[in-house]
């Protein structure tokens, strides 16, 4: 059995760092952001418990592509110079 070279564990790396560092970034700014705009709470009575929580929430989806977009720069310099 072959041993894995050092270049798959490098991809392995790369991937990771991928997700991960945009996902970093689009908390970070997404922090930010609420600390100067909160989340307007409705005042109604019969507003569900799951409803003020999906409404107060930010998706990962959505903190991803954010991340993505304020590091894409950044990425693309490191894609265009390493590989």
Do not use: C, H, Q
């Amino acid at each position: 059995m072959k041993s894995t070279s050092i270049e798959a564990w490098l991809f392995v790396v790369l991937l990771i760092t991928a997700i991960t560092i945009p996902f970093l970034v689009g908390v970070i700014f997404f922090k930010i952001y609420r600390r100067i705009r909160p989340f307007e709470v409705p005042d109604e009575e019969s507003f569900s418990i799951a409803a003020n929580i999906s409404a107060t929430s930010d998706s990962f989806f959505k903190i991803l592509i954010t991340g993505y977009f304020i590091s894409s720069p950044v990425i693309y310099l490191l894609f265009k110079e390493y590989l």
